[in-house]
């Protein structure tokens, strides 16, 4: 029998995730605002616990930390569930539950955003093919980390005076990518450009406070991963500013991409709020994945 | 993306996966006020409610898990509408158009083509008055913005080359010696073009897909932008309930229904389209004394044939100004849905205005 890689089948699934997902979205599923009987109370009304330093005590789990795609392109569209009904003018090979594939390049949140990076002309073709053999080039397809910052918000924070852990959930992109983690001195100090020349998938992060805003500064990208689904490249120039700040039980995650090489302009991100939760969340290993399928690749569906 | 064993396998572990992310939100829930986090829900044109979520497709899901159903099967799931045999209202007309098209995606069967990518095989347009035959032609549309760029190279018949880029984005237009001129300093040139913002505009409204967009939209009584992203039928209830006026019309001429309705962002300029088996013959936009004729013909997928999607788009276009025909292309291949599509106007040319 046939093996199914990992990654495909990852690929998959997280077509559907995706879009539950951006139907969970819509429904403030992610955003911490489920309820559930609990009272609703504003969570920056509360007390901010602070590190013995005096700075915002960070650690946590943190839900609502969404995606780096918003839709906000299509205010109010209504993006249904992933299986559409034959239409009378399809073919009568039509299946529903294959539509899905045909549809998702209209439904990703990737797609429908009109904040996109802007690439530099010179790119614009590129950045097009590369969206059209995602079913063989995203590095989630290759088992590769989602890396920063399409892995989205962490999910749990463990943070001291010196330094912050940060562990990401697995599937933080519609179900792409694996469980994942960073660990940032703050001390204070710069780039150390030595060690910036060893590019990985989270980036090489310093830390410093601007007043109650703990800000990351990343370099150090390798270029493999992607910014978002849909062939959002980087160059390995890549900085990423990221900023939390928190007020009482919400932190506030802003994020601002900069590539000189490749875009035109610094990419700002949707703001996200992370809403703390009330138990502690336990965060799986990565999981198992491999590539087997990659040469095998002979359509450009979309995922 | 995913054969049907992938699917079915894919779909045993999503089950797994949502009741993981299930448990993970519950988790994450904390005690926020409803709605923190979400995207932001803009209040629609008129007033009008946001269209309510399609219920999912009951079927479909157990057809996955069986592993999978015969040809023509999987029509189970349910519609937000489903057009009354023989019906012939403006409503039904303006939801098989799109239907028809493969405009309408996802569950919702929303309207949700954003953007297109057009080369054409070939063709000839008129330049300055002299027919130029086209070695390049390449249509990117972005409905949203609303933007259009047509890239052209063509040759006259002394051989003369001609090559020009025409934007329209928003309220301005321009040309560009490359695409995307001047984003990146010293490279390509923009130069305005604030005469042709009309011309452009009415090119984009009266386009295969602009067109019904724009139908809709006055059906609606509302922006482009506003009635993007929802069923049309969905829409078009609701607007009414709200009491918005439609400035869309429909009569039928035998068999063809013939939609009237204004060109947006073109005061007084009217466009009539004539639909045969609810896809259009033309488009025909009154402004002033001028009189711009669109004919379409050969519909079909053009998509990538490695990745065919059941939308269809015109295979001949003929553009015919006051009599005159002006451009005539033919399809070699579409990308309906193109990722990235975007006309970010030069600071030169928002200096010049608009």
Redesign the interface.
């Known amino acids: 029998m046939k093996r199914?890689s990992g990654a495909?089948?990852l690929?998959?699934?997280a077509?559907?995730?995706a879009?539950?997902?951006s139907?969970?979205?819509?429904?403030?599923?992610?955003?911490?605002?489920?309820?559930?009987g609990?009272?609703?109370?504003?969570?920056t009304t509360l007390p901010t616990p602070r590190l013995a330093n005096g700075k915002p005590d960070l650690t946590g789990?943190?839900?609502?930390?969404?995606w780096n795609f918003?839709?906000?392109?299509?205010?109010?569209?209504?993006?249904?569930?992933?299986?559409?009904?034959?239409?009378?003018?399809?073919?009568?090979?039509?299946?529903?539950?294959?539509?899905?594939?045909?549809?998702?390049?209209?439904?990703s949140t990737?797609?429908?955003d009109?904040r996109?990076p802007?690439?530099?002309?010179?790119h614009?073709d590129k950045?097009?093919e590369m969206?059209?053999w995602s079913?063989r080039d995203d590095p989630v397809m290759t088992c590769l980390p989602l890396g920063i910052p399409r892995q989205g918000a962490p999910?749990r924070i463990f943070h001291t005076d010196t330094d912050i852990t940060m562990i990401y959930?697995g599937?933080s992109d519609g179900?792409g990518g694996y469980a994942e983690h960073r660990m940032i001195a703050l001390d204070g100090k710069p780039h150390d450009p030595r060690r910036a020349a060893n590019y990985t998938y989270m980036g090489y992060t310093v830390g410093k406070w601007e007043g109650d805003t703990l800000v990351l500064d990343s370099i150090g990208f390798s270029d493999e991963t992607w910014l978002a689904r849909?062939?959002y490249f980087h160059s390995d120039q890549m900085r990423v500013v990221e900023k939390f700040t928190r007020t009482g039980?919400?932190i506030l995650y802003q994020v601002t991409v900069e590539d000189p090489v490749v875009l035109?302009e610094p990419w700002v991100m949707p703001d996200?709020?992370?809403?703390?939760?009330?138990?502690n969340?336990i965060i799986g290993e990565r999981g198992s994945c491999t590539e087997s399928e990659h040469k095998e690749v002979?359509?450009?569906?979309?995922? | 993306?995913?054969d049907r064993?992938?699917?079915a396998?894919?779909?045993l572990?999503?089950a797994v996966?949502?009741s993981q992310?299930e448990y993970?939100?519950?988790?994450?829930?904390?005690?926020?006020?409803?709605?923190?986090?979400?995207?932001?829900?803009?209040?629609?044109g008129g007033g009008a409610p946001?269209?309510?979520?399609?219920p999912?497709?009951g079927?479909?899901?157990g057809?996955?898990g069986g592993g999978g159903?015969g040809?023509?099967?999987?029509?189970?799931?349910?519609?937000a509408f489903t057009p009354t045999d023989g019906a012939k209202d403006l409503k039904t007309v303006l939801f098989n158009w799109t239907?028809?098209m493969?405009m309408?995606?996802?569950?919702?069967?929303?309207e949700?083509?954003?953007?297109l990518?057009y080369h054409a095989a070939g063709g000839t347009i008129q330049v300055n008055g002299q027919p130029c035959t086209l070695t390049k032609y390449r249509v990117q549309a972005n409905y949203?913005?609303p933007g259009w760029r047509t890239q052209i190279e063509c040759t006259f018949k002394n051989k003369q080359t001609y090559k020009n880029v025409e934007t329209l984005s928003g309220d301005y237009a321009w040309d560009e010696d490359?695409?995307?001129?001047e984003?990146?300093a010293g490279?390509?040139k923009a130069t305005p073009n604030p005469a042709s913002l009309v011309e452009r505009r009415i090119r984009l409204w009266a386009s295969p897909h602009g067109a019904v967009k724009a139908a809709i939209a006055g059906a609606a009584g509302m922006s482009t932008l506003?009635s993007?992203?929802?069923?049309p039928a969905?829409l078009l209830d609701a607007q009414a309930k709200a009491g918005a006026k439609s400035t869309t019309t429909l009569e039928w001429q035998g068999e063809k229904a013939v939609l009237t309705f204004p060109v947006p962002g073109v005061p007084g300029a009217t466009a009539v389209a004539t639909l045969t088996n609810y896809l259009p013959d033309s488009v025909v936009v009154t402004n002033g004394a001028d009189k711009t004729e669109f004919i379409y013909g050969k519909w079909a997928d053009w998509n990538?044939p490695?990745?065919?999607?059941?939308?269809l788009y015109a295979g001949t276009m003929v553009e015919r100004k006051n009599g005159m025909v002006v451009r005539s292309v033919n399809a070699k291949v579409t990308?309906i849905?193109?990722?990235?599509v975007?006309m970010?106007v030069p600071a030169s040319v928002q200096k010049a205005g608009k």
């Open positions: 199914i495909r089948l690929a998959c699934t077509a559907i995730l879009v539950i997902g139907s969970l979205v819509a429904q403030g599923g992610f955003g911490g605002g489920r309820g559930g609990a009272p609703q109370v504003d969570p789990s943190w839900g609502g930390g969404g918003t839709g906000s392109g299509a205010p109010g569209a209504t993006v249904g569930g992933m299986f559409r009904r034959c239409t009378p003018f399809q073919a009568k090979t039509c299946m529903e539950w294959t539509n899905q594939s045909q549809d998702w390049p209209f439904m990737a797609r429908l009109m996109l802007l690439y530099k002309p010179e614009w950045m097009i969206d059209q079913n999910a959930r599937g179900a849909g062939g039980n919400q035109v996200r709020r992370m809403n703390l939760a009330p138990n969340t002979s359509t450009q569906m979309r995922h | 993306m995913c064993r992938a699917l396998t894919g779909v572990a999503l996966a949502v992310l993970g939100s519950a988790q994450a829930a904390g005690a926020a006020p409803q709605g923190q986090g979400a995207a932001p829900q803009a209040p629609r946001p269209a309510p979520q399609t999912p497709a079927g479909a899901q057809r996955a159903g040809g023509g099967a999987g029509r189970g799931a349910a519609g239907w028809r493969g309408l995606r996802s569950g919702a069967e929303s949700l083509v954003k953007t990518d949203q913005v490359i695409p995307g001129a984003l990146v490279q390509g506003e993007f992203g929802e069923n969905v990538n490695l990745f065919k999607i059941d939308a990308e849905g193109q990722i990235y975007v970010p």
